[in-house]
């Protein structure tokens, strides 16, 4: 015969199919062993294919809600810090109601004693309410950079102070209605050099802090130096502000002299300040109250934010990430069946119709 057959050419058509199925059980380990490293499905949304959208839909929600969570965290840890030293404020006016009665039994050691002691819990309140959490001065409101009571520990040097004595210096000349009308007057001041508070403080657009509870819901949670937070001081003898009201009350009784305890003004003046006192312990035992009620508040919501982020997030967990013993033992297959692939293309390109022609 004139021509002849090339026998190898018969094995190109097997050849390349198992090529091809090859490659394909290549590509198919390279893509398990990526998701096996990563822990993901795919790298991409592209190749979640319609998993793709709940993802898009539910990551934003998630963010969110740790977002709220953080701030959340932030603000009930900023309340515990302001409930002691609330606490600590409220145990101080405490003590002063217990001591008042004792000016009003004529002893002029008495008198000594407890001016002495309202000076110093005088300048203890003072530091109280210029306490920081976190570098943040946590009774300014807005302006937590600056401290509320600008004078701190200089507080008994402070025209505050100063005023207050001088009134309380001319108890007898100008009697005990009109020496308690002109103390309130000077603790109800937000003049600067009058009142003993920050600048921000004084102004009526000072704010206390608040926290995002959810889109554009936000709860107040601070208490500001020199305001009531949620409970209204009641009486006629208060600034409206039961802080402002103790510390009248402790610059007025840390200002008396034993000289004084005749003078017939000097026992309706302790009565009013009395009086004062146990309005201002009323209200701030109430704004303590509502406090820890919006602290227990916000950590339930935190609560809530979490079981629901924690569910998102395992819908987006289902669709997103990997399931390790599935792809391992898919691995473990594939690898055998790339093996065998290999094995198979090598014994095909082994084969010749030449090897089957009888001899002759």
Known sequence: MSGSIDTSLANYGLVGSVALQSTKVSQNLDTLTEQISSGLIANTFAGLGSGASLTLDLSPQVAALQTYQTTIGAATGQMGVMQTAMGQIQQIAANLVQQLPSLNALNQSNVDTVA????????????????????????????????????????LTSDFFGQISASISQLTTNGSAATAAQILGIASSNVSGTTPFSSYLSQ?????????????????????????????????????????????????????????????????????????????????????????????????????????????????????????????????????????????????????????????
């Open 204 to 360: 009526p657009g000072a704010t206390a802090q608040s926290v995002a509870t959810g889109g554009t819901t936000q709860l107040s949670y601070g208490i500001l130096a020199n305001a009531n937070s949620a409970v209204a001081s009641a009486g006629t003898a208060t600034t409206g502000s039961y802080v402002r009201d103790l510390m009248m009350v402790l610059a007025s009784v840390g200002s008396l002299s034993n000289a004084q305890v005749n003078d017939p003004n000097f026992s309706p003046l302790i009565q009013n300040l009395t009086t004062t006192l146990n309005g201002a312990v009323t209200a701030m035992n109430g704004d303590i109250g509502v406090m820890g009620d919006r602290q227990a508040t916000l950590t339930t919501l935190s609560t809530t934010m979490a079981t629901t982020s924690t569910a998102l997030t395992g819908q987006i967990s289902n669709v997103q990430d990997v399931d390790m013993s599935a792809a391992m033992s898919k691995l473990a297959s594939v690898q055998t069946q790339l093996q065998a692939s290999y094995k198979l293309i090598d014994m095909v390109n082994s084969l010749s119709l030449v090897n089957f022609l009888p001899n002759g």
């Open 116 to 155: 002495a002691n309202a000076r110093d819990s005088l300048k203890q309140v003072a530091d109280l309410l210029n306490t920081q959490n976190g570098g943040v001065y946590i009774f300014s409101g807005e302006d937590s950079a600056n401290p509320p009571v600008a004078s701190g520990d200089n507080i």
